[in-house]
Every structure is written in C-alpha cells, then in structure tokens.
C-alpha cells in the first residue's frame, strides 16, 4: 500500500486491514455480502462492518439498518489526522453509544495499516446513561420553573437569554424600584428567590445594584434602564406585587 499522503484513500483500502483484524479474533470474513461491506461469523455471531471515507448521518443510518440482520455492527473509516476530544465529539461518541454501534480508526503509516476500535459495540445501557446525568435533568427542570414567562425564541443565538437567575434579578429590581431601599429579607418576605436574593445582590453580576446601607440594596441607573429593556417580564412582577 502506498503512502496515504501519496494515494487518495478509497473505500476499499479498509477492507484488508479490517479483515485481518477481525480474522485474528476468529471470524470467517467475507466481503461484500447481500450489499454488506463486511460480515464476519464466529459461533453464530454475525457481525458487519460497513466501510466509509468519513462519518456521516447517511452511514449512522445505514449502520442502524444493518441491525436488522447483525447481531454487531460497526462502521470503520480512516481515523482522522485530527483529532479533537471537545464536546461535539463527544457529543458525537455518546450518539454512536446510544445507537449501539461500534466505531473503529483504520491507521494508515506508511505501507502499514492499523485497526483501532474507538467505541465498542455492545448495549446501550440506558439505565447508568440516565442515573449519570440525574443532575442534569434536575438543572433542566429547575430552570424551567424558575421561569414564570416565556419570553426566549428557541434557535436564537447570539441574544442575550432570559433566565431563571435573570428573572429573580428582574424581580428583585422590581421589588427595589417599587418599594424602595430593601434588605434581603425583606425581599423574600415579597416573595423572591429565598436561595438566590442575597447571592444576587451581593454579586451583582448585571451591575444593577448598590449598597445603599448595612444589609440594605437599591436599584442603580442601569437597573432601572433594564427594567425597560424587559418590560414585558418587569410589567408581569409589577402586577404581581400589586396583587
């Protein structure tokens, strides 16, 4: 085999390395079976291994198809001369799990070439996957209710969100532009965040408090000029401390 920087790479420079891998493992292989590019069987066991350029939507669906007939799939392709292990790819390695496919690298060097199995296949465990991100889901749900107001537009990017956290600083700056200088219990006994008030003033990560006095807040300029910029959220607290 020629020097991959010297050869375009096709499809079928991974059948040999991955034949050989698989045959070192006890399966008989054959290639290009009911329009299979690889099955393998060992004691009852089928096994496909579709081979591809890149990793694509059309190869996920093709692999997922083969696991009409398969008892384990998994796709192949050159491993990419970058590898990046950021969020997408994970992101990417968490759908391949999910599916229950495997993933494997073909590693050209030279006129040698080495199988990498990058995911195995076996059973998603849907079970551990949802107990591992428990706390994430929390988080999703706790912020849902923390948001008395829809006022986000799904797809949206480069906007500034409405938050849970920001719709308590809405609050709070309602609470403070209404009825004046407060202290944080004063302000959970109108009803904000019991948790959240003292952090959010303290912090004053918008900038639109100040310390007027020991333990007492005020709105600032910028807060009031916010609470225009949100008007319809401010309106929705102003009504409700009117009531």
């Not at 199995?117 to 079970?127: G, Y």
């Not at 609470?175 to 200088?181: E, Q, S, T, V, Y």
């Not at 008030?197 to 709105?219: A, C, D, M, P």
Request: aromatic share 10%.
């Amino acid at each position: 085999m020629e020097d991959s920087k010297e050869k375009k790479l096709i499809e079928e420079d991974l059948y040999k390395p991955v034949h050989d891998f698989f045959e070192k493992q006890g399966y008989t292989v054959r290639a290009e079976v009911d329009h299979c590019d690889v099955t393998a069987i060992k004691d009852e066991i089928l096994l496909i291994v579709e081979l591809k350029k890149n990793l694509t939507v059309g190869l996920l669906s093709q692999a997922v198809n083969r696991q009409k007939a398969a008892d384990i799939v998994y796709m192949a392709i050159p491993k990419p001369q970058k590898m990046k292990a950021n969020s997408k790819w994970k992101d990417i390695c968490y759908l391949i799990k999910r599916l229950e496919l495997g993933l494997i690298f073909v590693n050209f060097k030279g006129n040698e070439a080495f199988v990498e199995v990058a995911i195995e296949a076996k059973s998603f465990d849907f079970a551990k996957s949802k107990s591992m991100a428990k706390r994430k889901r929390n988080h999703i749900i706790k912020e849902m209710q923390g948001r008395n107001k829809d006022l986000n537009v799904g797809g949206s990017k480069g906007k500034k969100l409405v938050t849970s956290y920001r719709e308590n600083s809405i609050f709070i700056a309602c609470c403070l532009n209404k009825f004046g200088p407060m202290s944080p219990k004063k302000l959970r006994e109108i009803g904000t965040d019991c948790k959240k008030t003292v952090s959010i003033l303290y912090k004053n990560y918008y900038g639109w408090f100040e310390k007027k006095s020991r333990g007492v807040y005020e709105i600032n300029d910028e807060g009031k000029k916010n609470l225009e910029v949100y008007e319809e959220l401010a309106n929705y607290y102003y009504e409700k401390l009117d009531k």
